[in-house]
């Protein structure tokens, strides 16, 4: 029985180390070229495109087909995730449907190298008929995407890494790092917070790491609160019974003072420690956080303090408190 003829990729011997690395190499050189031309290149026609989309009161819809395509899903995420609602619509399917996903008040922004994808022509078609904005990124102004647009941002005359000249490599580099700039630059123009980045970003270590205070801290009940004037037999009570091992002394309010463990030890040799009230043995002006900082920012200044609990005031009243451990076991660091 014959047996099939080896792959191109089992027959060929392996190459020297020397001759793999400059291939990668080239590659990289090629697309830090295509970038740095980009980046001189930027000007008005990036401008009129943020002008658009910041000014839309639908969508950005982001279409093409193959690679473009694959860069599109990204760039379409990006503007999702970074308060520009955007999402991806296939040129092919479109034509077969989903052009029944875009609407007046929407933008497009159409990807095409070469800017001649057949799949394109009926979504052009569209915008045109319907008065949607068409921002077109493609290498070709005289193609028929640049003629349709309103918009061109054009890619620059860098060749594509591939040795044949055929593989989208450097071009989607540079179509990838374009979509991040338009993104970015929104983001900037609206003021997008921290916050707003984490109403997209729930799940994963990215939403973890804009935890704030306030959304770990204990409140309420749990407090472990005590007055100046309260004997020092019930502060022990109240320590054990609220097991955070300390508890904050106030005043009309006021957080003015902190009892902890070491200071129990600290006074338990000089007279009877229950016979003594809280102000007698608390430390006063404790370390506090704010319920607006970033976990990781409190768990910061606790390692500075080398304490391991601390009070959330606000106008200097103790509404809450925060234990190192609360912050390790959310993920927030």
Excluded: W
């Excluded at 800017?115 to 990124?137: C, K, M, P, V, W």
């Excluded at 007055?227 to 019974?241: G, I, N, P, Y």
């Amino acid at each position: 029985m014959a047996q099939p003829s080896p792959t191109p990729q089992a027959s060929q011997a392996r190459q020297d180390p020397a001759t793999d690395l400059a291939s990668a190499k080239k590659v990289l050189e090629l697309a830090q070229a295509g970038m740095a031309a980009l980046s001189v290149n930027l000007g008005a026609p990036f401008i009129a495109c943020l002008d658009i989309f910041a000014g839309i009161s639908g969508r950005v819809i982001v279409s093409g087909v193959g690679k473009s395509g694959h860069v599109g899903r990204k760039i379409a995420a990006t503007l999702a995730s970074t308060g520009t609602p955007a999402f991806f619509v296939h040129a092919g399917e479109a034509s077969h449907g989903d052009m029944g996903m875009i609407a007046p008040g929407d933008a497009v922004l159409a990807i095409s190298n070469s800017g001649e994808a057949a799949e394109l022509r009926d979504l052009i078609a569209y915008t045109r008929r319907f008065g949607i904005s068409l921002i077109a990124i493609t290498s070709r102004a005289d193609s028929s995407l640049g003629q349709g647009a309103d918009v061109i941002l054009l890619l620059p005359p860098v060749p594509e890494a591939c040795p044949l000249g055929l593989a989208p490599t450097t071009s989607t580099t540079m179509t990838l790092a374009l979509g991040d700039a338009i993104a970015v630059a929104l983001l900037e123009r609206r003021g997008f917070t921290a916050d707003e980045f984490k109403v997209f970003h729930p799940g994963g270590k990215l939403g973890r790491q804009l935890f704030k205070v306030d959304d770990l801290m204990h409140k309420g009940d749990e407090l472990p609160l005590v007055a100046r004037d309260t004997k020092m037999s019930e502060v022990v009570l109240v320590m054990t019974r609220k097991t955070f091992g300390v508890a904050g002394v106030v005043d009309g309010g006021q957080l003015v003072g902190i009892v902890t463990d070491g200071d129990l030890r600290r006074h338990i040799g000089q007279g009877d420690l229950f016979a003594m009230n809280a102000a007698d043995v608390m430390t006063a002006k404790p370390k506090t956080i704010t319920r607006s900082m970033l976990a990781a920012e409190a768990l910061r200044r606790m390692n500075e303090a080398k304490i391991t609990s601390a009070f959330v005031v606000e106008d200097g009243a103790a509404v809450g408190i925060l234990r190192m451990h609360d912050i390790l076991r959310s993920g927030a660091v």
